[in-house]
C-alpha cells in the first residue's frame, strides 16, 4: 500500500485504494479511455489535449483516406 | 519451368543477401531480454511507424483484397479497411500499452484478473501465432508458386529459413531495424501492378467502360461485404485490436509515449493508403483475368504479376512479398517467444536463472515456434478460412481488456464468462445459420452483458493488484519516480 504522507495521491474509484497523483496528466497527458468513466466529472481539454488534438487529427486522415477512396472510383467516370 | 528470367533471380537473391547481412548486423547488439523482445523501449518516432506498418502489412492481406476485389469490386477494400474507423483509437491506446510496462498481453491479463487467464491468454497467443504465420507464409508461397510455377512446398521452407535467420539472431531490433527497408518493399508490392495494369486496360476510362458501375461501389448491396457485415466487421476490429498479441510489442516499445502514438496510428494510416492501391489492382484484374478462370480468387494477384510485369520487375515483386513475410512473421515469432518465456516458463518452470539462460530459451523456443508455423504452412487447407477464423476469436478476448482497462470493478471471473461466453454464442450464431454480422454483434453483445453481470455478482479483484494496476496506468512515462516514491511493486523499464 502507498504510504500517502510520502507522496500526493489522487483517489479514482471506490475499489481501488488511492494511487500517485500525476501532474503531466493534468497537463495534457491525461488518457481518456482510462477515465472514461470519470470524465462528466473530469473532462477539461487542458487535462485530455493530447488525446484529443490526436484523434480528431486521427479522424480527419479518416476523411480524407475514404475521400481518396471514393475519388479513385471516380476517375474516367 | 520457371517463368523467372536470370535478371528477376538475381533480384531476389541481391535481395536477400542484402537484407540479411543487414539483419544479423544488428545480432551483435543483442545482449538481455528485454533488447530481444522489446528492442529496450529506445525506438523513436520514425522506427516506430515503419514497425507498424510492416508487421501489420502482410503479402496475404495485399493478395486477400485484389482477389476480393478482382470477384466483388471495390467493396473488397473493406477486408482491411474494417480496420480504418479503429485507427485513430491508436492514438488514444497506444500510450495506455506504453504506460503498462508489460512485455506481453498475457502480463495484462495476469496483472489485471489472475494467473489463469494470464496462462489462458499465453496459449490462446501461442497458437495464434502459430496459425497465422502459418497462414502468412502458405498465402505469399502459393502466390510466389503461382507466378514462378516451382513447387509451392519449396517457398514455405525457403521463406521460413529466412524469417527464423531474423528472428532468432537478431531479436526486435534486428527486424525493427530492417523494417525500414521492408516498409519501401510493401510500398512497391501495393502500387506496382497499377501503371502497367492502366496501360493494358486502357487507363481508368478503360476500366470504367470495361467493368459494371456496381464494381466502383464501396458497399454492396448484399452479400458478404454489405454493410451490416461491414459494420460488425468494423466493430469486431476495434473491440479485438487491443488483444491482438503482437501489439503490445508494436504500441509499446517506442521511446516516449509519443513515439508510441505517432508509430502505431500513421504506421497504420500509410497502411490503409497502401489498401486503396490493391482495391485498385483487383478491378485491373477483373478487366485482365476472366471470372472463373482462376481456381481461388487469391490466385488473381499471382496471375497479374505474370501477366503484366516486365524482366526484373517480377523479381523485385517476388523480393517485395518475401520481405512482408519475414517483417511479420519475425515480429511474430518473438511475440510469442517472449510470451511463453517471460509468462510460462520464467514464472512455472525456472524461475531463478541468468538472463542469458532466458534468452537461448527464448530463441529456442522461436524456432520451435517456427517448426509449428511450418508445419501449419503444410497442411493448412484454407488461407482465408484462416484468417476469418483468427479476426473473430481475438475480438471476444478483446472485451475483457477493454473492460477491464475502463472499469475498475471488472473481475476475473467476469472475464471468463466473457471469453467462454462470447465464443459459445457465436458457435451456437453458427450453428443457426446466422450471417456473419449476426454471428459477430450476438457473440460481442453476450461478452460484453456477461463482463459486465458476472463482475457485479463477484468481489472485486484484490486492492493491492487493482492499485497497482491503476497507478501504472496513471503514470506517464517519466514520472515513474511517482511509483518508486509511492513503494509500489512494479516492473519498471
Redesign the interface.
Known sequence: ???EN??E??K??D???????????ENG?G????D??RLPRLFSYRRYR??IL??LI??L??VL??A???W?????? | MTALSTLDLAVIIAYLVGITAFGLYFTRKIKDTEGFFMGNRRFGKSLMVAQALTTGTRSDFAIGVVGASYEIG?AG?WYQ?MY??S???????S??FR?TRYTTTADFFEERYSKSLGVFYSLFALYLFILWQGTIIKGAALTIAGITNLPESWFIWGVTALFVLFGVAGGLVATVNTDFIQGIFILILSFMLIPFGLHAVG??????AKLDPQM???ITQKGELSLFPVTMLIISGLVGIVAQPHHMAVAGSGKT??SC?IGW?YGN?VK??CT?GW??TGLIAAVLITQGSVAKRELAFGVLVKQLLPEGLIGLMIAAIIATVIASCAAYMIAGSALFTRNLYKKYLKQAADDSHYLLVGRIVSAALTIGSLLMALYLRSVIDATVHFVTIVAFVGIPMWVG?????ATSAGAWASIIGSSAMWLIAREIKWGQGGQLLSALLVGFALSIFVSLLTH??S??R??RF??L????V??EE??E????KVNLD
Not at chain 1, 479513385?72 to 467516370?77: F, N
Open positions: 500500500m502507498i504510504e510520502k507522496i495521491t489522487q479514482i474509484s475499489v481501488v485504494p488511492p494511487i500517485p497523483h500525476s501532474k503531466m496528466e497527458h488518457l481518456l479511455i482510462i472514461l468513466l493530447l488525446d490526436g484523434f486521427g479522424w486522415w479518416v483516406l475514404l481518396l477512396g471514393f479513385v472510383t471516380r476517375i474516367g467516370a | 471495390m477494400i479497411w480504418i474507423f485507427t485513430p483509437f491508436y492514438w488514444l491506446l500510450p495506455i504506460r487507363g481508368f476510362s478503360g476500366l470504367h466502383f461501389s464501396l509515449e509519443m502514438r496510428c494510416f490503409r493508403l486503396i482495391a485498385l482497462i475502463i472499469w475498475p470493478r472485486p479483484e486492492a493491492d487493482l492499485q491503476f497507478a496506468m496513471h503514470t506517464p517519466g514520472e511517482n511509483l516514491r509511492a513503494g509500489l
